[in-house]
Structure formats: structure tokens, C-alpha cells
């Protein structure tokens, strides 16, 4: 089914025969052209991973090649959301309401989107990575949460003016 076949693309990150893709899966050319299926020699593949996170689902680069290989990525990646780390961090978080939040190096966008599903009026998720302020957008829409702006910023570099009641950060390691 169209379920089955998007559920190993998305979220098993497995590679699918071309045909079921083509029969299941109607708009598999726009998904190709948007760079989020590719057709290898083992099979189409997605190039990113969703994933729940909590409440949340998010997306993030693909850590892995279907045949179990690292992936490589000509930009930075933008690393998942589910390791154990991320999740203590997460559990870390102030779940007291707040006006203004703000996650520095934000990656996919989750801190700042947990905030505003724990009571912040608007959080920000700022990172210096493009491809990281692009992940966190798309997260912020898939979870159709308005009061979040992602933003490619070095530090405070594009927040200028702005004053915050929480800043956080999970810097890469």
C-alpha cells in the first residue's frame, strides 16, 4: 500500500523497488525533484528520516545508507533528533511558559518547537548552517506550529534588537 511503501521510504529508511514507488506512491517525480527521494542501485531511498520526538515528528538528514553505510552528504547534516543525548537535553528544557525562547545551533528546530508546545509565546531556532534553518522550517509546518521562526544566524548575528527570556543551546559533538 501507498502506507507501506512511504513508511519504508520515511521513516524505516529502506530502499523500495522503483514500481511499488511509481504505483503507490502518485506524487513520487515532485518528491524526486524536491530532492527528497533518490533512485539508487538498490532502489529508491528518501534522503531524510521522520521520526516522533514526544508529540512531534520530525525530519532530519539520513544518518545511514539503506545497506547500513554512512551517508554522505555535500553539506552539513543536520543530525537527528533521537539520540540520547538530544533527549536529556530535551528533558532539561524549563516547561514553565516563557514570551520569548531561544535555541542557538537549533538543527531540526525540535528545542524551539517543544517550547512553544510547553507554553512559550514565541521561540526562535537559530542556527549558522542554512540547511539546519530549512530542516527546522519544515518541521515547524509539519507540526503546524505558527509561533516559531526559524532563522540562519551566527549566534545573535540576524536577531539583532531582540531580547529573549531563554536561550538554550545543544551544540554538535
Do not use: K
Not at 506524487?27 to 534522503?47: D, M
Not at 508529540?55 to 537527528?80: F, H, K, M, Q, T
Not at 524551539?112 to 518541521?139: K, P, Q, Y
Not at 509539519?142 to 531580547?163: K, R
Amino acid at each position: 500500500s501507498a502506507l507501506d511503501v512511504l513508511i519504508a521510504l520515511f521513516l524505516a529508511g529502506d530502499y523500495v523497488p522503483p514500481a511499488a514507488v511509481a504505483q503507490h506512491v502518485p506524487a513520487a517525480a515532485l518528491l524526486e525533484q524536491a530532492h527528497l527521494l533518490h533512485t539508487e542501485p538498490g532502489g529508491v531511498c528518501a534522503t531524510l528520516h521522520l521520526y516522533p520526538v514526544g508529540p512531534l515528528l520530525i525530519a532530519s538528514d539520513r544518518w545511514s545508507n539503506p545497506d547500513g553505510s554512512d551517508s554522505e552528504a555535500s553539506r552539513e547534516l543536520v543530525y537527528p533528533a533521537l539520540n540520547p543525548n538530544t533527549r536529556r537535553f530535551l528533558d532539561l528544557l524549563p516547561t514553565t511558559p516563557c514570551d520569548a525562547f531561544l535555541d542557538i545551533g537549533a538543527g531540526t528546530g525540535v528545542a524551539a518547537l517543544a517550547a512553544v508546545r510547553h507554553g512559550a509565546a514565541h521561540a526562535w531556532a537559530g542556527d549558522i548552517a542554512e540547511s539546519s534553518t530549512v530542516f527546522a522550517e519544515f518541521n515547524r509546518l509539519l507540526n503546524g506550529i505558527n509561533a516559531v521562526t526559524a532563522v540562519t544566524s551566527d549566534v545573535y548575528e540576524q536577531l539583532d534588537g531582540l531580547t529573549f527570556d531563554r536561550i538554550v543551546s545543544h551544540p554538535p559533538y
